[in-house]
């Protein structure tokens, strides 16, 4: 398959990092801090975390999955009530259009609620550098008040900057503004040419980053 590549927006590092941590939102606080501490030792103790994904190729749910695996985290798909054509380019249009005119895809309502987790992950393809348009709904309808989220992106070649910058602006409207964006660059890049063993030691380079927190069997969100 001819491999496709995108302009990329590249912006000054340090300028957008700068602008980025004076953001309220993208202050880093240690997850500690925001956890419960069970009650008593005994308790069974509940999964804390979520991975949520949008993925029109399967890419960004091969990276999503393999998250969960190792996060011991429940998962949930956005799903879009209308399917994208099949054709990338016609997507792409359609996608820029809903943005552009504020016409986001209608996504389905069988959504986790998040009171039982502490942080979402969230992660999605890049689409023309920026967020995809159902996980734009996904973010605008979602109350993250109180939940550190993390995000994730997949590309075909990016440095996620761009992508960075939008979701935050997402997350950011007024009603949502305690939710805390950890600043991480968490990013994959040609997804399909990347073994399992290369993306779980992907993982495993990015999550002490993170603090840990415990786990429980996940569930799975069945469309
Ligand atoms: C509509 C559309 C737009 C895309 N735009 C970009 C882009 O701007 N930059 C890039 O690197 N990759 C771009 N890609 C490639 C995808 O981001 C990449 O293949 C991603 O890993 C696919 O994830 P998914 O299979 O979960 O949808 C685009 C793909 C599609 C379908």
Do not use: H
Not at 46 to 52: E, F, H, Q, Y
Not at 132 to 140: D, I
Not at 173 to 201: H, M, Q, S, Y
Request: aromatic residues 8%; charged residues 30%.
């Amino acid at each position: 398959m001819k491999k496709t590549t995108f302009p990329v927006v590249s912006l000054p590092r340090r300028a957008v990092l700068r602008s980025l941590l004076a953001t309220p939102i993208f202050a880093c606080v240690p997850f500690a801090a925001l956890a419960d501490e069970p009650s008593k030792p005994s308790r069974p103790t509940k999964s804390r975390d979520l991975v949520v994904y949008y993925t029109y190729s399967r890419q960004t749910e091969r990276v999503a999955k393999r998250l969960a695996k190792t996060l011991g985290a429940d998962l949930y798909a956005v799903e879009t009530l209308e399917s994208y054509p099949s054709e990338p380019k016609a997507t792409a249009e359609r996608a820029k259009e809903e943005r552009r005119l504020d016409r986001l895809p209608k996504i389905a309502d069988k959504r986790p609620n998040l009171s039982a987790y502490d942080r979402v992950f969230i992660g999605g393809p890049t689409w023309s550098g920026v967020v995809s348009a159902p996980l734009v709904r996904y973010l605008r309808e979602t109350d993250f008040r109180g939940k550190t989220v993390v995000s994730f992106w997949t590309a075909e070649n990016s440095d996620g900057v761009q992508y960075r910058r939008d979701f935050a602006e997402q997350l950011a409207a007024p009603e949502r503004k305690p939710a805390l964006l950890v600043d991480e660059n968490i990013g994959f890049n040609a997804v399909k040419e990347t073994t399992d063993a290369e993306l779980d030691a992907k993982i495993a380079e990015f999550l002490p980053k993170l603090s840990p927190v415990p786990v429980s069997p996940p569930k799975i969100f069945a469309p």
